[in-house]
């Protein structure tokens, strides 16, 4: 299949791809609002089924469903496609109608998720449509949605991000429809990012009467606070005390204290050695009233490259440029992914293959709907024109 085969059937669907986009992005499915990911859900449910793909939802008790659609498993390891239901937007942040074309460029729209990620969403299932129509047969092909990325899979209890590494498990290669970057930066690599809760207990007493008698959960917080702080490394692990609660009344010394911490990490490695320091630094204290304990929560691990990483960006650079686009350029990104959970399981991944825009997770958002085609045509041809070897 040449370049020019893929990109002219690409543009007889344009319409299609249009309908879909503005349809997708107008069902606005913040991570919380269940019963409109339940919608969205069940829309792309009847969408891949009619294109003949087998159709698996997963439901959860507090999250929207997951989807996975696959063509049929052959003897070479499959291919997996990924991306997510969910934005981080409230209903109705960008006015009644959802999805804004810019008034002097109608290419470039505003909305929900036109970035991150139903670009990328629309991008998969036309990828996964246009080797359909070429007959594609040589690997399994498979596309993952999940509904509670943005909220690091917490509303599902990580059941979602625990259902991408069990379709990652024995993959080729993967290729993550996330944002998309400008100037041609395809990311590698992405930093890691957890939260955890410092949870201080300490002895109540009466503030003027005998406050001796009491151990100042606050107090004790707050020096943990400081002693983290000094472990911070922004080439290896970082921390931020974002949120505190505790104390009751002024007058009384508190006898509890919880802190909640974002932390941030380059390796899944450094997470482990950052949060064994932590445990140290909460089970350290001069006043044995005082008893700290460390609650890991909501989990994103670090992408990491594997051994063929950058084979794989190899091969999708020429693809490229076959279809007459730049080379990428392979990118570290601060922000997290669901790519990461597939490198944990050792598979190749290419992260924001999705549509190209920028200012997501603001109400500035916008992508270049015109992109679509073209980064769909350069994962088509990359997938076409793999090796069985890979």
């Given at each position: 299949m040449?370049s020019?085969?893929?990109?002219?059937?690409?543009?007889?669907?344009?319409n299609?791809?249009?309908y879909?986009?503005?349809n997708?992005?107008?069902?606005?499915?913040?991570s919380?609002?269940k019963?409109?990911?339940?919608e969205?859900?069940?829309?792309?449910?009847t969408?891949?089924?009619?294109?003949g793909?087998?159709?698996v939802?997963?439901?959860y008790?507090?999250?929207?469903?997951?989807?996975v659609?696959s063509?049929?498993a052959?003897?070479?390891p499959?291919?997996?496609l990924?991306?997510h239901?969910?934005?981080?937007?409230?209903?109705?942040?960008?006015g009644?109608?959802a999805?804004?074309r810019?008034?002097?460029?109608?290419?470039?729209?505003?909305?929900?998720?036109?970035?991150?990620?139903?670009?990328?969403?629309?991008?998969?299932?036309?990828v996964?449509?246009a080797?359909l129509?070429f007959?594609?047969?040589?690997r399994?092909?498979?596309l993952?949605?999940?509904s509670d990325?943005?909220?690091a899979?917490n509303?599902?209890?990580?059941a979602?991000?625990?259902?991408?590494?069990?379709?990652?498990?024995?993959?080729?290669c993967?290729f993550?429809?996330?944002s998309?970057?400008?100037n041609?930066?395809?990311?590698?690599?992405?930093?890691g990012?957890?939260?955890?809760?410092?949870k201080?207990?300490?002895?109540?007493?009466?503030?003027g009467?005998a406050?001796?008698?009491?151990?100042n959960?606050?107090l004790?917080a707050?020096?943990?606070?400081?002693?983290?702080?000094?472990?911070n490394d922004?080439?290896d692990?970082y921390?931020?005390a974002?949120v505190?609660k505790?104390?009751?009344k002024s007058?009384?010394?508190?006898?509890?204290?919880?802190?909640?911490?974002d932390?941030?990490f380059k390796?899944?490695?450094a997470?482990n050695?950052?949060?064994a320091?932590i445990r140290?630094?909460?089970?350290s204290?001069?006043?044995?009233?005082?008893h700290a304990e460390?609650?890991?929560t909501?989990?994103f691990?670090?992408?990491?490259?594997?051994?063929?990483?950058?084979?794989?960006?190899?091969?999708?650079a020429?693809?490229?440029?076959?279809?007459?686009?730049?080379r990428?350029?392979?990118?570290f990104?601060?922000?997290?992914?669901?790519a990461?959970f597939?490198?944990?399981?050792?598979v190749?991944t290419l992260?924001?293959?999705?549509?190209v825009?920028?200012?997501g997770?603001?109400?500035?958002e916008?992508?270049?709907?015109?992109s679509i085609?073209?980064?769909a045509?350069?994962?088509?041809?990359?997938?076409?024109t793999?090796?069985?070897?890979?």
């Amino acid at each position: 299949m040449d370049s020019k085969g893929i990109l002219s059937f690409l543009k007889t669907q344009q319409n299609q791809i249009t309908y879909l986009y503005e349809n997708i992005v107008r069902i606005e499915t913040p991570s919380s609002a269940k019963t409109a990911l339940e919608e969205l859900a069940a829309h792309l449910d009847t969408y891949l089924n009619a294109m003949g793909l087998n159709v698996v939802k997963h439901c959860y008790e507090n999250a929207g469903p997951s989807i996975v659609a696959s063509t049929k498993a052959t003897a070479l390891p499959p291919i997996l496609l990924c991306s997510h239901l969910d934005t981080v937007h409230p209903v109705g942040a960008f006015g009644k109608d959802a999805f804004i074309r810019d008034k002097d460029n109608p290419d470039k729209v505003y909305g929900p998720g036109v970035y991150d990620t139903k670009g990328g969403v629309v991008i998969a299932i036309f990828v996964l449509k246009a080797l359909l129509h070429f007959g594609y047969t040589e690997r399994q092909i498979k596309l993952v949605l999940v509904s509670d990325e943005e909220v690091a899979h917490n509303l599902s209890q990580g059941a979602s991000a625990k259902l991408i590494e069990d379709e990652a498990s024995g993959a080729c290669c993967c290729f993550n429809c996330d944002s998309g970057r400008l100037n041609d930066r395809i990311v590698l690599q992405r930093n890691g990012g957890g939260i955890f809760k410092l949870k201080v207990h300490g002895k109540a007493a009466h503030a003027g009467n005998a406050p001796w008698e009491g151990a100042n959960a606050i107090l004790a917080a707050s020096k943990m606070i400081a002693a983290i702080a000094e472990l911070n490394d922004y080439n290896d692990a970082y921390f931020g005390a974002g949120v505190i609660k505790g104390g009751t009344k002024s007058n009384i010394v508190p006898d509890y204290c919880e802190v909640t911490n974002d932390i941030r990490f380059k390796t899944n490695a450094a997470y482990n050695d950052a949060l064994a320091k932590i445990r140290t630094i909460a089970d350290s204290n001069p006043d044995s009233r005082i008893h700290a304990e460390v609650e890991a929560t909501g989990l994103f691990r670090a992408m990491e490259k594997v051994p063929k990483t950058d084979a794989l960006l190899d091969h999708f650079a020429d693809a490229c440029q076959e279809l007459g686009y730049n080379r990428p350029t392979g990118v570290f990104a601060g922000g997290c992914s669901d790519a990461a959970f597939v490198t944990y399981m050792g598979v190749p991944t290419l992260c924001g293959t999705g549509i190209v825009g920028d200012n997501g997770h603001t109400l500035e958002e916008y992508a270049f709907e015109s992109s679509i085609i073209e980064q769909a045509a350069k994962v088509i041809l990359t997938i076409l024109t793999l090796p069985d070897d890979f």
